[in-house]
């Protein structure tokens, strides 16, 4: 599976972003996806996932309520919806597809996209 990950881009504090993740390959929908981020200087950490059905999601808690994680598996897409973004929320946002659940390690994760920068601004 290869992924594309995009939507980033600088944004205030109290608005919204749409990240998108396209995949490639035929078999995204059997994946559990996830969205993870990296601040500079701070380790890669994981933020929502979602399970290949699309019927359970997992987030961190400083997102909860603010980020909505979906997914297409008709598009081969999976979306994370950020609303109320924080100056601390920026990072490098990164999708990555994975076959056990939960999939809140990073470990778990099997491929990655290359990542879209995400800047709020105070």
């Known amino acids: 599976v290869q992924l594309q990950a995009s939507g980033g881009g600088l944004v205030q504090a109290g608005g919204s972003l749409r990240l998108s993740c396209a995949a490639s390959?035929?078999?995204?929908?059997?994946?559990?996806m996830g969205w993870f981020r990296q601040a500079p200087g701070k380790e890669r950490e994981f933020v929502a996932a979602?399970?290949?059905?699309?019927?359970?999601?997992s987030y961190i808690d400083s997102v909860k309520g603010r980020f909505t994680i979906s997914r297409d598996n008709a598009k081969n897409t999976v979306y994370l919806q950020m609303n109320t973004l924080k100056p601390e929320d920026t990072a490098v946002y990164y999708c990555?597809?994975?076959?056990?659940?939960?999939?809140?390690?990073?470990?778990?994760?099997?491929?990655w996209g290359q990542g879209t920068l995400v800047t709020v601004s105070s």
């Open positions: 979602i399970r290949w059905s699309g019927r359970t999601t």
């Open positions: 390959g035929r078999t995204f929908s059997s994946y559990n």
């Open positions: 990555a597809a994975s076959n056990v659940w939960p999939a809140t390690s990073i470990s778990g994760y099997d491929y």
